[in-house]
C-alpha cells in the first residue's frame, strides 16, 4: 500500500481565520514533506520532517506552521494567511534508508486552499 | 548545483501515436531519477524512476524511461498514447541532504483524438 491521505480536499479561509490541513500515512515512512503548488507549476517544497524532527524549512512565513505528533501523521497549521497563499497544498512521505535523494516521496492527492 | 530542466512546455500528440518527454538534469554524483504525472487537481502519482543498474527502466501505464549520463538525460517515452494519458508530467532527481527533490518545471501533454 502506497497510499497518503490528505484532508480536507477542499478548504476555503478568510485572511484572519485558522485553519489546519492533516496528512496520513502507515507506509512506515519516516520522513514526511509539505509542498506548495501554484497552478501549472511544479511543487516548492515549505517542510522536511525526518524522524518526527524538522529537518529543513525553506523559508517558509510563520503564519505557515508545520506539525509532526508521531511518525504516520503531519499537520500543517495555517494563520492569517495571504490570497497568494492559495495554492495546492501536497503532502509526501518517503523512507529514510538510503543516502540522500535515494528513497521514492509517494503524494497524497492535495488539499486545495482558497484564501479570500 | 543540483537542476533539472523539461526543455517542453506543452506537447500535443495525436492518439495512438509514440510520446517523448525530455528531461535533463545537472547533478555532480550519481543521480536518482524520477517521473511523475499529475492529472488536473490531483496529487503526483510516480511513474517510474532509476536510482542504477539496467538504463532502460520500465514504469507503470505503459511508459518507459532511458538514463543516458553521457547526455545528462532520461526522456520518457511511450510506444501509443491513449487520451487518458493528458496530465502534467514532472522530472525529478532526489538528492541533496534531507532527502531533496529537485523538480522541472513540468510538460503538459494534450492527447488529441
Known amino acids: 500500500d502506497t497510499e497518503v491521505t490528505q484532508t480536507p480536499k477542499h478548504l476555503v479561509m478568510g485572511m484572519t481565520n485558522k485553519k489546519s490541513l492533516k496528512c496520513e500515512q502507515h507506509?512506515?515512512?519516516?520522513?514526511m514533506y509539505w509542498y506548495k503548488q501554484k497552478a501549472k507549476k511544479p511543487p516548492e517544497l515549505m517542510f522536511v520532517?525526518?524522524?518526527?524532527?524538522?529537518?529543513i524549512n525553506e523559508s517558509v512565513p510563520s503564519r505557515f506552521s508545520p506539525e509532526c505528533p508521531n511518525s504516520s501523521l503531519l499537520n500543517l497549521h495555517l494563520h492569517a494567511l495571504q490570497p497568494e497563499d492559495s495554492a495546492l497544498y501536497l503532502c509526501?512521505?518517503?523512507?529514510?534508508?538510503?543516502?540522500?535523494?535515494?528513497?521514492?516521496?509517494?503524494f497524497g492527492p492535495g488539499t486545495r486552499l482558497l484564501v479570500l | 548545483a543540483q537542476s533539472v530542466t523539461q526543455p517542453d512546455i506543452h506537447i500535443t500528440v495525436s492518439e495512438g501515436a509514440s510520446l517523448e518527454l525530455r528531461c535533463n538534469y545537472s547533478y555532480g554524483a550519481t543521480p536518482y531519477l524520477f517521473w511523475y504525472v499529475q492529472s488536473p487537481g490531483q496529487g503526483l502519482q510516480l511513474l517510474l524512476k532509476y536510482f542504477s543498474g539496467d538504463t532502460l527502466v520500465q514504469g507503470i501505464k505503459g511508459f518507459e524511461a532511458e538514463f543516458k549520463r553521457s547526455q545528462s538525460s532520461f526522456n520518457l517515452r511511450k510506444p501509443s498514447v491513449h487520451w487518458s494519458d493528458a496530465a502534467e508530467y514532472f522530472c525529478?532527481?532526489?538528492?541533496?541532504?534531507?532527502?531533496?527533490?529537485?523538480f522541472g518545471t513540468g510538460t503538459s501533454l494534450t492527447v488529441i483524438p
Open positions: 525529478a532527481v532526489g538528492a541533496g541532504t534531507g532527502n531533496q527533490f529537485y
Open positions: 507506509m512506515g515512512h519516516r520522513a
Open positions: 509526501a512521505s518517503s523512507h529514510l534508508a538510503g543516502g540522500p535523494g535515494q528513497e521514492t516521496q509517494y
Open positions: 520532517y525526518s524522524y518526527e524532527k524538522l529537518s
